[in-house]
Structures are given as structure tokens and as C-alpha cells.
């Protein structure tokens, strides 16, 4: 089983600033690595699919990147709306799919 | 528009069966695979099962497996997640969702979700 381990657990910056989330699959999934934000309350969100091809309506503050083991989601500029957990995702192990554990960003 | 509007949810002992629904519009059900994802309180997000568009393959988080059953009728547009052998660690918000169209598999839909419902709560306690 593929294991996807997300870092930091939480986050914490400022409006404005960048954020740099990692996620570090235990083996190679190529680029089959999605990014979701999930906001309190709410129904996960895509962001970000094939690891690096941002979602239908997703701002150009987000993007991802890698492949392999090791992923990076950027958002360049943090807005109030991006304070949320965010998860990253694989399907290697087809036909099973797993969730990383989550980062949350929170504000400083 | 498009949309995933789950039922069936509620409070259940141990040991006792479940039947979540899941209705979908607005987009042609019957070519998409379909999914179940569930998050336990204050905890992530886990993969449950996925069915194939035409309902002809299944398969299970090991989780679930031999407990839960998904199927779907495309004549009425629904999915569902049939729990058996409820525990306690089976309480979770249950989402069904939908995958992309991006990249087409053979199950019906890409490696990544980008329709979810808004979810049901499921309480197994006695």
C-alpha cells in the first residue's frame, strides 16, 4: 500500500504570503497526484489534478508540482479564502485511491 | 447544474446495517465511475470504494471490505453504499463524489474528484 505523507502538519503565515505544502508518496505514483482544499463545514474541493494541472476555475495562485515520490502545492500569495486544510491524493495503487493526512494553513 | 446530494444517514448501534444514497444530476451518471469517501469527526479523508460506470467491477478499502457493498442504478441515477456490521469506528460524514473527466480511465472518470456531494453523517453507537 502507497502511503502519503503530508508536511508541515499546520501551517501558520499571513495574508500574502507564500505557502509551500509537501506531500511524499512511500513509492513512485508518476504524476497521479491530486491537491484538495476542504474548508470547515464544507465538501473537499479540487484544486489540482495530475499533479501539476490546475482545475476548471482554480486561481493561477495555485500550483502544484512533481512527480514520483515528492509533491509540492504552492499557493503564491495567500488570500483570507485560502486559510483550510489542504490534502493531496493518489490512485497508483489502482484501483485504490488514498488521502494523504492534511496540512492545515491557519493564519499567524 | 452539476450535482451529488447524499441521504440516509442517522444514528445506528454496532452491529446494525446502513443504507446511504447518493442522487446525481445534471451530467450523464451512467458514464462515470462513482466513488464513497468518508471523514471521521476532526480527522482526513478516506477512500472507501469505487464502482465502474456500468456497475460491472467494485473494489474496497480493506477498511470495509466484506462489510460494505456499492452499487448503483443508472436508471435512476443513484448510487449507494450498503454498510453492514456497523463498529464504532465506522462514524464518519460520507461523501459520494464524482470523478473528473480530464483524463479518461477505464472505470469511467480520472484519478481525481472534482464533484462531491455535501455529505451524511454517520453515528454508529449504542
Known amino acids: 500500500e502507497i502511503v502519503l505523507t503530508q508536511s508541515p502538519a499546520t501551517l501558520s503565515l499571513s495574508p500574502g504570503e507564500r505557502a509551500t505544502l509537501s506531500c511524499r508518496a512511500s513509492?513512485?505514483?508518476?504524476?497521479?497526484l491530486a491537491w484538495y482544499q476542504q474548508k470547515v463545514g464544507q465538501a473537499p474541493r479540487l484544486l489540482i489534478h495530475?499533479?501539476?494541472n490546475r482545475a476548471t476555475g482554480i486561481p493561477a495562485r495555485f500550483s502544484g508540482s512533481g512527480s514520483g515520490t515528492d509533491f509540492t502545492l504552492t499557493i503564491s500569495s495567500l488570500e483570507p479564502e485560502d486559510f483550510a486544510v489542504y490534502y493531496c491524493?493518489?490512485?497508483?495503487?489502482?484501483?485504490?485511491?488514498?488521502f494523504g493526512q492534511g496540512t492545515k494553513v491557519e493564519i499567524k | 447544474q452539476v450535482q451529488l446530494v447524499e441521504s440516509g444517514g442517522g444514528v445506528v448501534q454496532p452491529g446494525r446495517s446502513l443504507r446511504l444514497s447518493c442522487a446525481a444530476s445534471?451530467?450523464?451518471?451512467?458514464?462515470?465511475?462513482m466513488h464513497w469517501v468518508r471523514q471521521a469527526p476532526g480527522k482526513g479523508l478516506e477512500w472507501v470504494a469505487v464502482?465502474?460506470?456500468?456497475?460491472?467491477?467494485?473494489y474496497y478499502a480493506d477498511s470495509v471490505k466484506g462489510r460494505f457493498t456499492i452499487s448503483r442504478d443508472n436508471s435512476k441515477n443513484t448510487l449507494y453504499l450498503q454498510m453492514n456490521s456497523l463498529r464504532a469506528d465506522d462514524t464518519a460524514v460520507y461523501y459520494c463524489?464524482?470523478?473528473?473527466?480530464?483524463?479518461?480511465?477505464?472505470?469511467?472518470?480520472?484519478?481525481?474528484?472534482?464533484?462531491w456531494g455535501q455529505g451524511t453523517m454517520v453515528t454508529v453507537s449504542s
Open positions: 464502482i465502474w460506470y456500468d456497475g460491472s467491477n467494485k
Open positions: 513509492q513512485s505514483v508518476s504524476s497521479y
Open positions: 491524493q493518489q490512485r497508483s495503487n489502482w484501483p485504490t485511491w488514498t
Open positions: 445534471g451530467f450523464i451518471f451512467s458514464s462515470y465511475g
Open positions: 463524489a464524482r470523478p473528473s473527466g480530464y483524463n479518461w480511465n477505464e472505470y469511467g472518470g480520472d484519478d481525481a474528484f472534482d464533484i
Open positions: 495530475a499533479a501539476s
